[in-house]
């Protein structure tokens, strides 16, 4: 079978050449195409990702727990000092729940979505359809979207604020074997964003767009750039955090998660 050497962006719909190939899973041939106007690098049409996903989280996601920890105390500082009136959370791709149960420990109502994980450590604050948050995050998710459109525009109907984690293609972009982040050995990482491909995004979206490393904001009204890379400094973070301190939820979460009406009668 003939390999083609071009294929559509997902984001711009320019012409993506053939830019490398690698060996996804240890066994699966796969082609990764470089759009030449954005720079977003993507897979062929995935199709090992049944086999990828027979767990929703990979094994060698060693870093769960401590990346889950550091975007607790980034988002609540992001939330002190551009969002102070926001009141509804959503973390969208929130896996087993335990960045939602972080939230709500520091005070934030904060909700849960995933179509792949279980959720575990947020039973009982699922997202119902039709309601609409202050500020939706997704960390570690776009990489894994087949259609990153369809899956921003989900994001920015459910609300006007999009915080997002994902690490951009160094420049210029690196072969398959010569950058982590493109997890050969996981096979869920598919798509590869640089910044102009999130600003075509941003734009097409109607949002501005702030970055400060991995972590990127969409935002409907235009944000303080000084006020949001201060708020994504470790340290600085958590002294906002320690000033801003909010009431945590564990308790009334207990009790609403106790009540009568939420228990199936015998």
């Known amino acids: ?51 990828a996903y027979s767990s929703a989280i990979s094994r060698l996601d060693t870093g ?5 920890l550091r975007n607790r105390d980034l988002t609540s500082s992001l939330l ?20 939602v149960r972080l939230m709500r420990d520091s005070g934030f109502e904060c909700f849960w979505q995933d179509l792949h994980a279980t959720n575990d450590y947020a039973r009982g604050f699922e997202h119902k359809a039709g309601q609409q948050y202050d500020l939706l995050t997704s960390f570690e998710v776009l990489e894994h979207l087949t259609d990153p459109l369809a899956g921003l525009s989900e ?7 999009v915080f997002v984690s994902t690490e951009l293609l160094p420049n210029p972009a690196p072969k398959i074997s010569e950058w982590w982040y493109y997890l050969l050995a996981s096979g869920q990482h598919i798509s590869f964003f640089t910044h102009a491909s999130l600003k075509i995004i941003a734009d097409r979206f109607g949002r501005h767009l702030l970055s400060r490393g991995p972590y990127h904001l969409l935002s409907t009204n ?8 201060f708020s994504l400094g470790d340290s600085r973070s958590r002294v906002v955090n320690v000033i ?23």
């Open 64 to 68: 769960i727990l401590s990346r889950n």
């Open 244 to 266: 801003r301190r909010r009431p945590s939820l564990q308790q009334s979460d207990f009790q609403f998660l106790s009540s009568e009406a939420l228990w199936p009668r015998s």
């Open 1 to 51: 079978m003939l390999t083609p050497l071009s294929e559509k962006c997902k984001i711009c719909s320019s012409q993506s050449a053939l830019f490398d190939r690698g060996q996804i899973l240890h066994r699966h041939a796969v082609q990764y195409y470089r759009c030449e106007n954005c720079g977003f690098i993507q897979t062929e049409s995935p199709y090992w990702l049944e086999e």
């Open 80 to 99: 002190n000092l551009l969002f102070p009136n926001a009141r509804r959370l959503l973390d969208f791709g929130a896996g087993h729940g335990i960045f």
């Open 222 to 229: 235009p944000q303080s750039r000084l006020r949001f890379r």
């Open 155 to 161: 994001m920015v109907s459910l609300s006007p604020n």
